[in-house]
């Protein structure tokens, strides 16, 4: 029997399904270990032990759980004494206080177990002298890090990290909550809504998005609508921009949704966009949204910024961040082309699952699983 000891920061049920199928695995026992509560702009969740074939325990850390770089948890063994790992899976970043806190303990109670990291970090960016330490003592605890994305293997190798470094997302869909959309009535694209999920921060790029509707909406698309689901610190900003652009009246502002009702807001989409745009700390590590779209057969289309491409890679459309007439030309070429919108959907569907579906994540990390304890 091995025996994984699982960290990982997760918000909700949708992304903890990964977990449920490396447990229901055989000689696999689970010990999950999340943060007690989270809050960001999208939710706030105080974390309950839930029915599940493995143990949890909820733990409450010093700092935001929400900062994966300067909070550590309020432990001082991780279990690690009486449960005995094999494999201690931490979904924390290298340069983190929380990797380099679960690295010590690893050394002084378990020393024989692997150690396997994640990164999302897909910008080779400044660290200083302190962060660099951190950085060199985790890596070289590590026996593994799995990369959310090609960028993110490529940072680490230039690194130094010689250790395998496969391409693997920490968190991927849930199939059990997104599923495909049920078929839409005839005429209903008479009126098509455009969408978007997420943070309402200007690294998402809302306003190219604006920008680009209220041109459509003037031109080809008159009875067009534009929901935004989510929260943020530009929410106000984006508002008065709507109202600038005159299109107050066809853009709707929705709260955020906890997963379940976002799949099924999701089927009330024609297209969904990520208009993500590069800052000099930051560029899209995945985008989950459209990855969840695709599960549900929504068409989408996002910028270039980041990982955007690597995932929509055929079953989407893309567009140079920023730049309003090449996404403006995107939404209304896909739109107008029904036979495009059924193509893109059966793609974008197939290779979420291919690629991205919590149980793909989960076969993919229990090989790695089954190679350490050979």
Known sequence: MRRILFIARYRDLTMRRKVDYLAASENT???????AYWRDELLEVKQATVQAHYRQIALSMYGRSTDPHRAIYQTLDFAMRSFRPQIIHAEEEPDSLSALQIAWTRRLFAPKAHLLLHTWQNI????????????????????????????????????????PLPILPAV??????????????????????????????????????????????????PH??????GNGPQRASLIALAAELGIQRSVEFRAPLPPIELARALCDFSVLVLPSRTTSVWKE??????????ACGVPVIGSNSGAIPEVIGDAGLTFPEG?????????ANLLGNPVQCVMLAKRGRQRMENHYSQRHLADKTLAVYTQLCQ
Request: a neutral charge.
């Open 29 to 35: 026992e689970i010990l999950l270990m999340t943060p």
């Open 124 to 163: 080779d960016r400044q660290k200083s002298l302190g962060v660099r330490w951190v950085m060199d003592r985790t890596l070289s605890a590590a026996d593994l890090v799995f990369c959310a994305n090609q960028q993110a293997a490529a940072i680490l190798r230039q690194r130094g990290f010689e250790r």
């Open 172 to 221: 991927g869909v849930d199939t059990e909550i997104f599923v495909p959309c049920p078929a839409r009535p005839s005429g209903m694209e008479e009126a098509p809504t455009i969408g978007y999920i997420g943070r309402f921060v200007q690294e998402k790029g809302i306003e190219t998005l604006l920008c680009a509707f209220a041109e459509l909406h003037r031109t080809t698309l």
């Open 224 to 229: 067009a609508q534009l929901r935004l689901i």
């Open 285 to 294: 590590q995945l985008g989950r949204v459209l990855l969840e779209a695709m």
């Open 323 to 331: 730049n309003v007439s090449a996404l403006r030309a995107a939404i």
